[in-house]
């Protein structure tokens, strides 16, 4: 990727020298908690439902100590959300009539209070429409290059602007649309989530599309975000974690959906392109 530290820090909220103690957990969070529970093993969270962390006092904030790469990540991340913010803005007034109105990303470490409940590391990106924060831990991108096989700069910020999808489906509804539909037809609540998910994966590629044509990607960029979306379907991180794979527990889409729908936002630089609900997402 071409770019440069020195984007505005304006929408970022760095909580990483924050405590919190422990806090009751809300209702997402502990869905999202349970699903990260079923994916990651036991020990995510404690049976009476509360999230617990150890270390500074709840309000407390230490200095934050970083490395020179995570000082850098901190600039990635700020200039990925400033412009990923700006593209939007233009593109939902034009294509939706829909006013834009920034999102705001919190860095965090270990947990934090959110309007969700309390965020934690092993639940990973994450998106929250209650207070319509991006919450990410950057440890995950210590992960995302070990553990799931996705380096790269372009990779990370995947990760963002697939967030930021979910920022432009909350300011139009989308969301809270799928959440009656989930509740009026429990059966469906998967199949309802893998094409939420794969919408914002079709909106990060949305996102790349105008990043292409302002020369901020390079060769190879496109391949790197192909990688993370792989890395991160419901097969690939099922048959790692147990050995098998179950379609109906799929909450994300498969890997090939993933990059499926992310190359589908990137060659159209259309969200009306991104129409998972009105297109066949059920195969893997």
């Known amino acids: 990727m071409r770019w440069a ?23 997402g969070g502990a869905v999202v908690m349970l699903i990260l529970g079923l994916i990651f093993g036991p020990g995510v969270f404690n049976n009476s439902g509360t999230s617990t962390t150890q270390g500074t006092a709840p309000g407390d904030v230490a200095p934050v100590q970083q490395s ?19 593209t939007w803005s233009e593109l939902l007034p034009k294509t ?19 309007g969700c409940g309390v965020g934690q590391t092993a639940m990973g990106p994450f998106y929250c429409p209650e207070d319509q924060h991006i919450y990410i831990d950057l ?6 290059r070990n553990r799931f096989g996705a380096p790269g700069e372009f990779a990370e910020a995947y990760v963002i602007t697939h967030e930021l999808g ?45 990043a292409n044509q302002e020369g901020i990607i390079e060769p190879g960029d496109i391949q790197s975000g ?46 009306k392109a991104c129409d998972t609900f009105g297109a066949a997402t059920s195969s893997p």
Not at 9 to 27: K, L, Y
Not at 139 to 144: A, E, G, K, Q, R
Not at 258 to 269: A, N, Q, V, Y
């Open 5 to 27: 530290p020195g984007s505005s820090n304006r929408n970022i909220e760095d909580r990483r020298g924050q405590g919190i103690g422990m806090a009751p957990m809300g209702i």
């Open 68 to 86: 020179p790469q995570e000082s850098r990540e901190v600039q990635l991340v700020t200039f990925v959300l400033d412009t990923s913010q700006i």
């Open 96 to 114: 939706y009539g829909v006013a834009w109105h920034d999102a705001k990303l919190a860095l965090f470490r270990d947990a934090t209070r959110t």
């Open 139 to 144: 440890s995950f991108y210590d992960d995302l």
């Open 166 to 210: 979910h920022h432009v489906q909350h300011l139009l509804g989308t969301d809270e649309q799928v959440r009656r539909a989930q509740q009026a037809n429990p059966g469906q609540a998967n199949a309802l989530s893998v094409k939420l998910e794969l919408q914002a994966d079709c909106y990060s590629g949305v996102w790349a599309y105008y």
């Open 226 to 271: 192909l990688t993370a979306a792989a890395a991160v379907g419901d097969d690939r991180i099922q048959q790692a974690t147990t050995g098998h794979v179950n379609t109906d527990t799929f909450t994300h889409g498969s890997s090939q959906q993933r990059m499926t729908w992310f190359k589908r936002g990137f060659d159209s630089g259309d969200p």
